[in-house]
């Protein structure tokens, strides 16, 4: 993203993406690099460790484990973006695990500096306020979507936000850019894996989304929308 200005790098729902540019070059000037391939895990559920990170780039997967042991995709973040924040301003153990799905590259703070450099700064405090709350409605918004619907319909719904937040429009259509795999499609979904690849099926039999080896592309945003507002009933 090296062709476009600083200030329009960062989506605009990010925390990047809500601040003035004298804010975020404040920012970026504290903290220090740190790098991590894709696989890398860079916060562990339950670790009392509360650095805190900004995505400069690349791609985040969030994780949260059941009582049975297995990890749950709860949702993704990308560039401009804040993860780990919580622990930071409230001591807890992390709430959640993060894994880096493509190469990133982060700016990582201590937690005292975080705090100090809030403190320092009240438009960014309160930009990282809004954006906490935004990440909670949003979480409330999910777990709605997900509910009391078919999976068809779930499915067009959690597709429907991706592009909106993660996809790059290309001559084909919109790319989701996120690396998803089926599982991790369907714990966001919350459907099982069958289910989820049968409404994937009928959605690409509409012509609505082409799919590829962790990846789909939206080729009729118009029918995923209408699929997102269809009666629950056939699919799941």
Known sequence: ??????????????????????????????????????????????????????????????????????????????????????????????????????????????????????DAHQTTAQAVQRYVTRKLRLATRHRIDVGGASVLVRLARVLDRLAASHGRRTEGGIRIEVPLSQVELAALVGAAEPSVHRALSELRQRGIVVTGYRHIMIVDSAGLTDAAQEAPESIG
């Open 1 to 118: 993203m090296s062709h476009l200005s600083e200030h329009d790098r960062w989506p605009a729902t990010s925390l990047m993406g809500m601040l003035g540019g004298a804010d975020q070059n404040a920012l970026l000037s504290k903290g220090v690099i740190r790098r991590f391939p894709a696989g890398e895990t860079l916060i562990h559920e339950g670790d009392r460790r509360d650095e805190v990170y900004l995505l400069v780039s690349g791609f985040v997967k969030i994780f949260g484990n059941t009582y049975d042991g297995r990890q749950v995709l709860l949702s993704i973040r990308t560039t401009g973006d804040l993860i780990g924040e919580l622990a930071a301003l409230d001591g807890e153990p992390r709430s959640a695990t993060v894994t880096a799905a493509t190469k990133t590259e982060t700016r990582m703070f201590a937690s005292d500096t975080f705090r100090a450099f809030l």
